[in-house]
């Protein structure tokens, strides 16, 4: 199981993938693992975890078991039981990238930044195609303010998975934070083809066209923004 997001793009899924589970010593654990796997399929968290629990008393250090309850507790934010139950699930299985990843969501967004970016230059270098490794190590260096850091990061995330799109727009933020508003406008736009128009996504694109004092363009685009949010003040003032 894991979870591929971050505070302010966060990505609330979880799915299972391959490389993430591993093979249960008993088959009443595998059962009880996939009726879990698939209670938390269809919502019903308390079933799922209420399997999990079966597995923990059969095996308490059961990984599948482990990190299930560790990803439910990150969507539920509860982020000390969650670092609990990942830490316990890293602790039987070192070398899983996304368990990584998740862990260190669940450091992040515990509002513990260091063991969060430890956590995901670990899956990096167990993965460096783990695109989620990339992208969320790389919101935590734009947060702190670390912009040529992040770009660096940003630019793995893109080469991992080209079309996502928080990750070319946190690209696009960044590119604009530190004054390239022209390589910040080709990024905005590759979003708006890839994902979906919005006001903020224009707004932001409007900023950087007149921070380039191309202000036809910029009128244009805070009048697109206008049309998708006409409640927006701060966009009309840009206009007055």
């Not at 070192?94 to 230059?121: H, S, W």
Request: aromatic share 8%; net charge neutral.
């Amino acid at each position: 199981m894991i979870l591929v997001g971050c505070v302010g793009n966060t990505f609330s899924k979880s799915t299972f993938i391959p490389d993430s589970m591993k093979p249960d010593k008993s088959s009443k654990c595998a059962a009880l693992i996939q009726e879990a796997h698939q209670f938390h399929q269809q919502g019903e968290m308390a079933k799922a975890e209420a399997a999990c629990r079966k597995v923990q008393k059969l095996e308490p250090l059961n990984f599948n078991a482990l990190q299930m309850l560790g990803a439910m507790a990150l969507e539920s934010k509860n982020y000390k039981q969650a670092i609990k139950f990942l830490t316990a699930a890293f602790n039987v299985h070192r070398n899983i990238p996304g368990l990584n990843v998740n862990l260190g969501l669940a450091y992040k967004d515990n509002k513990q930044p260091t063991q969060a970016k430890a956590c995901f230059e670990r899956a990096i270098k167990l993965d460096p195609n783990f695109g989620p490794a990339f992208y969320n190590l790389a919101f935590i260096l734009a947060e702190e303010d670390d912009l040529h850091a992040s770009f660096t990061m940003l630019g793995e995330a893109e080469r991992c998975r080209p079309d996502h799109v928080p990750t070319l727009e946190l690209l696009a933020n960044v590119l604009k934070r530190l004054g390239y508003f022209t390589e910040a406008i080709a990024h905005y736009r590759r979003v708006l083809e890839v994902g979906s128009p919005n006001a903020e996504l224009y707004f932001a694109i409007g900023h950087c066209y007149q921070a380039n004092e191309a202000n036809q363009e910029a009128v244009e685009t805070y009048e697109k923004a206008i049309e998708l949010d006409p409640a927006r003040i701060d966009i009309r003032a840009k206009l007055a």
